[in-house]
């Protein structure tokens, strides 16, 4: 177990990959309080300016993943009103995201309006990932001071680290990445929370750490600096694969077709539980998760390559792997 996990740490490039994820975390831990904070202010702004959005819903209105037709006159009135703060009136909005019902007492059920899809259950801050955090202050008018362009980066940068087929990243990538981060941060320096991210962003992205078993088959403590030990790597790494696997396997359902990058990652993600046993476990949801899909795959989704466009399923995949044997 202790070699495995040396040998996965201390690989360059999946690394770099988990100190990526690394810092996207930080990003979100720094940001949860004051992105709330804001919300609250917004939500309160909506209240005062319109007083009719202080009435309470009657019909139990509920909208479904992108659609919001059927909306009381209420719901309608924060429907438009929502719109209004928009920063891109064109985008998709996934209305199925909240409960109208709850606008007027939730500063949160409004706040996803703003973000990607799948956030339904998630009541609270504490709840979303950094990208359902960067798109809402994209996309809310509220955080006008940001300059977006620099959240548009970090929003593109997540989605790499996400759709990596091989979860790994080159070390140029990663420099270039801490210098969007930083410059991402520098718009929320008044904020403490991300003075100290900033300094750990910068520690944990020019380390180079080893992990080495010593004769008593121990590991090396994997500490960094006095404020980040391995626990917080460990942790960090586990909840970016988890992310990773949540992204292919939403993707591919979504999709109901497989693209060649995908069949990749899905491989990619089994041979390495084959090399990290220990994580099989740990990840348990995840791999049951994975598995159901690859049978639901199996019993028809088609692939497409996207390179030429060539689609075929499955086990045509397999016979043509054990051709080029
Ligand atoms: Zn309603």
Known sequence: MQSELSI???????????????????IRDCLLGFVYTEMEKFHQRLLQTNSYLRQICKNSCRPQATQFQRACSLCGEWKR?????????NNVIYWGNCSPPLWPIHAWEVAKVYMPRGQSNRQGPEKCDVAALLNLINFCDQFDFVERQKVIEIIKCRNELMHSV???????????????????????????????????????????WQVQITEKDTVDALKITDEINA??????????????????????????????????????FKEFLKQNKELESVLHQEVEHLYSLEQKLKSGIRTVNDQDGEEWNLEEKEHNNRKDM
């Open 8 to 26: 996965r740490l201390n690989e360059e490039g999946y690394k770099n990959w988990v100190k990526a994820g690394f810092c996207l975390q930080k």
């Open 81 to 89: 009103e929502i719109l209004t703060h928009h920063t891109n009136q």
């Open 166 to 208: 091989e979860m790994s990243v080159s070390a140029k990538w990663l420099d270039n990445y801490r210098w969007k981060i930083l410059e991402f941060l520098q718009e929320f320096r008044h904020i403490p929370e991300a003075k100290a991210a900033d300094k750990m962003i910068k520690e944990i992205a020019l380390s180079n």
């Open 231 to 268: 626990d917080m790597i460990f942790n960090a790494e586990l909840e970016l694969i988890r992310e990773w696997v949540k992204e292919l396997c939403f993707t591919v359902e979504e999709q109901e077709v497989l693209h060649i990058q995908h069949l990749n990652s899905l491989n990619t």
